[in-house]
């Protein structure tokens, strides 16, 4: 289970075994949560915590925030690791098995909106995954090593108002249900498969 939220200025220690390992202050904290590891994001840089020790991911080109993560689903030990940054996504290679160097920068892709949540699909072969924007579009996307990024399908909710917050459940495209909150204290719900608007390219 993955959990993403910011916490402003808020001091937060990560117990291992009942034994405080790392503390961090900072006004700012992206934060993915599994059941080995976790990910933070302090500004535009990103760390794997596992364990008693702390990795940082390689310095992408752009200096914009980090602001989530999503994780492939994939079993075997070498999986991608997708970061987004405003209207910017990172595609990492992540091997658990190295120590020293376990990301190698794979893909860096641009949108043309605010990038509000990724989330992988649960092809374990296909490297399908979502990107849902702030105004309420929702790209699905598929990363081969040879053709890197190519779109799937694009669709759009009727309502476009700015969205703060999205929230992706499902592990398929199909089934993916979208929940965003907007700055009208509405919740909207929605799902690509009837989303009004939809465009499949050539």
Not at 58 to 64: D, F, V, Y
Not at 91 to 119: C, H, R, S
Not at 130 to 157: N, P
């Amino acid at each position: 289970m993955l959990v993403y939220f910011v916490v402003p200025h808020f001091q937060i220690e990560l117990s291992i075994n009942m034994a405080p390992v790392h503390a961090l202050i900072t006004d700012a904290l992206g934060l993915s949560i599994s059941h080995k590891s976790i990910f933070s994001a302090i500004g535009n840089e990103a760390f794997l915590y596992d364990g008693n020790s702390r990795v940082q991911l390689p310095q992408r080109s752009a200096q914009k925030k980090v602001h989530g993560f999503a994780m492939s689903r994939a079993n075997a030990s070498s999986r991608l690791l997708l970061l987004h940054s405003e209207t910017e996504f990172s595609l990492y290679k992540y091997d658990a098995d190295k120590n020293e160097m376990p990301f190698q920068l794979q893909y860096v892709g641009e949108t043309q909106d605010w990038i509000n949540a990724a989330i992988f699909l649960d092809k374990s072969e296909s490297n399908e995954f979502v990107l849902h924007m702030s105004h309420g579009a929702i790209l699905q996307l598929q990363y081969h090593v040879d053709t890197k990024c190519r779109i799937l399908e694009l669709a759009c909710c009727t309502d476009y108002s700015l969205l703060y917050h999205t929230l992706l459940q499902g592990s398929q495209y199909d089934e993916l249900m979208i929940i965003s909150g907007n700055g009208f204290g509405e919740i909207l719900i929605w799902q690509p498969r009837d989303p009004i608007i939809t465009w499949l390219p050539d």
